[in-house]
């Protein structure tokens, strides 16, 4: 999908009300540069457009037979991570983890877990083997005279697979930028620790019409110091929808992940587009999962409080059920 969709999408919308606009913000303004192309199509030129490439789509469907999963752009398997971020303790923790292990979970579903750094060798030694464990952080080299800080090589000795880095806590909070975070992902690329890579907007930069200039910044940095994107989930997270309850519709985040692809086959390899997942974050939960999941560019979630109930998180990765519909 073409960046450019979102102006189509948004001339179809219709008009926006004040309620909406405050309740959760409008994807109005992602790229400020479309204003020409918005002007220059007709309504009934757009509709007639997607009800075009609708018929085809259903038509070559039913050439081809029904598909188990037609809902994804990219090849790769659905994905949903649980950062815990700086909670539980060794209680709630050991109650988490035997709600996961008794869970029932759909199988082709990867699923990663995030314990704080003093709660990993717990949980890796606790938890079913089905779900793999991933750190919230990582050095950008070996270890050494780096107070506080956990190298690469301690979280292989764990027995981590992954590793979240570029959230916006860890941007916005602690003040870490583009560069510095480029290096920790390439180095945990290196030692065979996959990276969860985290791009995201701030409230003022989207309303600014800069969605698209900042994710794309971001990825940018990544791109520039990642040795190769084997082994690297990326996760949208707008940041105005982390842990304030207000999540991006379904549309507005398929718009920002098609984008996303887009960028990737016109920067990267059209092969690493395909191939490489992109989740969803921001205040996902039981109830909203299902309908995040059933967007084609949506290949997973990245979760956070939600991911400390054991049902809930179970409910999430059982989402992925949403994209097996019959062609």
């Not at 540069?33 to 009934?44: L, P, T």
């Not at 270890?143 to 880095?165: H, N, R």
């Not at 996303?260 to 086959?265: A, G």
Request: aromatic share 8%; proline share 2%; hydrophobic share 40%.
């Amino acid at each position: 999908m073409a960046v450019a969709s979102t102006s189509l999408a948004s001339q179809m919308s219709g008009p926006k009300s004040a309620t909406s606009s405050i309740s959760c913000p409008q994807f109005s303004g992602l790229r400020k540069s479309f204003s020409k192309f918005e002007n220059s199509v007709s309504f009934s030129t757009s509709l007639a457009f997607f009800h075009n490439v609708d018929s085809q789509l259903r038509l070559s469907s039913a050439q081809r037979g029904c598909r188990a999963v037609v809902a994804m752009a990219g090849s790769g398997k659905f994905f949903v991570g649980g950062n815990w971020k700086c909670n539980g303790t060794k209680d709630s923790i050991s109650k988490l983890v035997s709600d996961l292990n008794s869970a029932q979970l759909e199988s082709d579903v990867d699923v990663v877990v995030a314990p704080p750094f003093l709660y990993i060798d717990q949980v890796k030694n606790s938890l079913t083997d089905r779900i793999e464990v991933s750190a919230q952080n990582c050095w950008t080299g070996k270890g050494g005279a780096f107070t506080g800080e956990i190298s690469v090589e301690q979280l292989k000795d764990l027995g981590c697979k992954w590793v979240i880095l570029g959230h916006s806590e860890r941007r916005h909070v602690i003040g870490e930028n583009d560069e510095f975070i480029g290096k920790k992902a390439a180095y945990a690329l290196s030692q065979g620790v996959g990276v969860i890579a985290c791009i995201g907007e701030l409230l003022q930069e989207r309303e600014a019409g800069k969605t698209f200039d900042v994710c794309f910044q971001q990825l940018k940095a990544f791109a520039d110091a990642l040795p190769s994107w084997d082994n690297v989930v990326i996760a949208y997270e707008p940041v105005w929808a982390i842990g304030t309850g207000k999540v991006a519709s379904p549309e507005q985040a398929q718009e920002v992940h098609a984008a996303v692809r887009d960028w990737l086959t016109k920067n990267v390899s059209a092969e690493v587009a395909s191939k490489t997942r992109i989740i969803y974050g921001g205040s996902v939960n039981g109830s909203n999962s299902s309908d995040l999941a059933k967007k084609e560019d949506i290949d997973g979630f990245l979760v956070g409080g939600a991911s400390l109930k054991g049902p809930e998180f179970a409910t999430i990765i059982n989402s992925v059920t949403s994209k097996k519909v019959a062609a």
